[in-house]
């Protein structure tokens, strides 16, 4: 009956035995339902998480019950507020989708190709932006100078962070003329060392020799 609060049928019985064992007597509450005692521990465990088990004033290292009237009441409290935020959050994606279908069809359609131009910085990071995020497995891409804006740079910082911590790959190829430019060497040297494997080549080619 108190699945939806977090209690499974054990847990229940066991919290309904308590206001007749205030002494918490696990070997004696295990043998009234016929369960293994370990079983009644893991019940303990199950209500203390759920706070319907406290510390107790008379007993120091002891636990005591709480009250239906508090402790299940309370429990109740946040799971209306956990569907309140479920259903938040599902209004919320149905006007992410919304949106991101009206920029979809604004946006500028690409070649059967599916290469497409973009014209100025903004466009550009905008663009990059959405393909990182959407990126489940590897983000791979190539600088293609050897002196970058150290502004790009600081903002493309929390887009790798955000890529990594959602353990996805990043690979760059860089030019290794990027070792005249402290600003760009010190930006792949800091993709390094969030994970991300870097690369360069003497030329922009596709098939230049690749160097660590």
Not at 58 to 82: N, Y
Request: hydrophobic letters at 40%.
């Amino acid at each position: 009956m108190l699945e939806s609060l977090g209690l499974d049928e054990l847990t229940e019985k066991v919290y309904r035995l308590l206001p007749a064992r205030q002494d918490l007597n696990i070997e004696a509450i295990a043998v009234e339902l016929s369960v293994d005692i370990e079983h009644i521990r893991t019940a303990f465990d199950q209500l203390a998480e759920l706070a319907l088990l406290r510390p107790s004033w008379e007993s120091p290292g002891g636990l005591r019950p709480v009250s239906p009237e508090a402790g299940l009441q309370l429990l109740l409290q946040r799971r209306q507020i956990e569907l309140v935020r479920q259903q938040q959050i599902t209004e919320a994606q149905t006007a992410i989708a919304s949106l991101v279908d009206e920029y979809a069809n604004r946006r500028p359609s690409t070649s059967q190709t599916g290469a497409g131009s973009l014209i100025g910085m903004a466009a550009i990071q905008a663009r990059i932006e959405e393909l990182a995020t959407g990126a489940r497995l590897e983000v791979a891409s190539f600088m293609s100078h050897s002196a970058h804006d150290p502004r790009a740079l600081e903002a493309a910082k929390p887009l790798d962070m955000q890529v990594r911590g959602r353990g996805v790959s990043i690979r760059t190829i860089c030019l290794d003329s990027i070792r005249n430019d402290m600003t760009t060497l010190t930006y792949a040297q800091w993709l390094v060392q969030i994970g991300a494997d870097v690369r360069t080549a003497p030329t922009p080619r596709a098939d230049a020799g690749l160097r660590p």
